[in-house]
Every structure is written in C-alpha cells, then in structure tokens.
T-cell receptor, first 116, second 117 residues
Framework: AQSVTQLDSQVPVFEEAPVELRCNYS??????LFWYVQYPNQGLQLLLK??????LVKGINGFEAEFNKSQTSFHLRKPSVHISDTAEYFC??????????????FGKGTLLTVNP | DTGVSQDPRHKITKRGQNVTFRCDPI?????LYWYRQTLGQGPEFLTY????????KSRLLSDRFSAERPKGSFSTLEIQRTEQGDSAMYLC???????????????FGPGTRLTVT
C-alpha cells in the first residue's frame, strides 16, 4: 500500500523568507503526486502536480516542487512567502495503472504559519 | 464551471440520528470520490464512483454508511445511527476520465462539517 509522510507538522516562518515543506512517499510503480492547500473551514485547492516528465513542477501562487525518485521525496518550496500563505498544506499520492481507481493517499498535513 | 459543491456546509445532529449529505461534481467529471477528514489529519478515502457504479469502498465505511450516485451525476452519502466518532469533515472530489487516458487531478468541494452531540 502506498503511504505519504509529511515530516513537519508545523512550520513557522517570517514573511518574505523562503520555505520548504517536506514530503516523502512510498510506492513502487506509476506514482503521481500532488500538493494541496487548505484554508480554515474550506476544501482543498490544488497547488501543483507531478505526473511524469520534468521533475521540477511549478504551481500556483509561486510554489514549486521537485520530484526525487532516488530519495522518494516531493518537497514543496517557495522562495518568498506572504502572510496570505498561512494555511494547512497536504501532500498526496496515488497509483495509476490498469484497474486502479486513482484514489489519493494524503499525508497528515503541515501547518505553515507566516509571521510578520 | 462552478466547481464541486456540497450541501449542507455544516450539520449538527444528535447521536443516533440519520444524516444525508449531497455532492454535485463538476459537470463533465465521471469519477467521484468521498473522503473523511478528522481534526489534525489528512483526508482519508471512503469510496469511489465511476459514473453510477460504486467501484470501491474503504474499510472505514462501516455498514452504517451508504453512498449512491444515481444517473452518474450528484452523489449522496448517508450515515445511519450517527455516533460521536462520526464527527468529521466529509469531502467530495471529482475528476475527469478522459478518452484515451485519465485525468489524475481531483477537485474538491468545500466539505460538510458534521458534529454529532
């Protein structure tokens, strides 16, 4: 079974500082990965996705992530954060291939708090 | 494209009562998923529909839970004889099954927050 591990439950940073939210996955085949953001009392919004191809993927709001197969990681980065980036961030993965239902397995989330 | 909608947004019920939630997916999406999210956790998969067929149910989905998707459009999730442990956010997501391939992205609704007292 696939699993997704987010290594930090909380990450506090100051405004305009860079940030990295860490995610590791375990899967052997046809893995695809996502980062979602959740603001309080709202659903999940897709930030970016890795399906195949270039290992550096860019998403909305200036976020990017790098797929590293050898380290089974998919860390999320932003060079300069804003107060409005304060939210819960979830890493999620799934397996494709024949017979798959493409359901997602989520990490437990990382609360990013941007302080002025 | 109005996105995925869910109704109600909040539901407070007494233990033992039945509740039903509705999800309207993005109109051209034929895949629909239900997830449950408890406080401090990521969403957990409950069940999946492709068109009107329910193709997988998680072990989290006890006999008190039932989901339907008549005519492959909206879906309902019913919980019978609610328990305090059912208190959670129930999220619906949809994705497109494209001809010749699959769209992997899932788009989520705002969720229904259930509180069982």
């Amino acid at each position: 079974a696939q699993s997704v591990t987010q290594l930090d439950s909380q990450v506090p940073v100051f405004e305009e500082a860079p940030v990295e939210l860490r995610c590791n996955y375990s899967s052997s085949v046809s893995v695809y990965l996502f980062w979602y953001v959740q603001y309080p009392n709202q659903g999940l919004q897709l930030l970016l996705k890795y399906l195949s191809g270039s290992t550096l993927v860019k998403g909305i709001n200036g976020f990017e992530a790098e797929f590293n197969k050898s380290q089974t990681s998919f860390h999320l980065r932003k060079p300069s954060v804003h107060i409005s980036d304060t939210a819960e961030y979830f890493c999620a993965g799934g397996r494709g291939g024949g017979g798959s239902n493409y359901k997602l397995t989520f990490g437990k989330g990382t609360l990013l708090t941007v302080n002025p | 494209d109005t996105g995925v909608s869910q109704d109600p947004r909040h539901k407070i019920t007494k233990r033992g009562q039945n509740v039903t939630f509705r999800c309207d997916p993005i109109s051209e999406h034929n895949r629909l998923y239900w997830y449950r999210q408890t406080l401090g956790q990521g969403p957990e998969f409950l069940t999946y529909f492709q068109n009107e067929a329910q193709l997988e149910k998680s072990r989290l989905l006890s006999d008190r839970f039932s989901a339907e998707r008549p005519k492959g459009s909206f879906s309902t999730l019913e919980i019978q004889r609610t328990e305090q442990g059912d208190s959670a956010m129930y999220l619906c997501a949809s994705s497109a099954g494209l001809a010749g391939g699959v769209s992997y992205e899932q788009y989520f609704g705002p969720g229904t927050r259930l509180t069982v007292t």
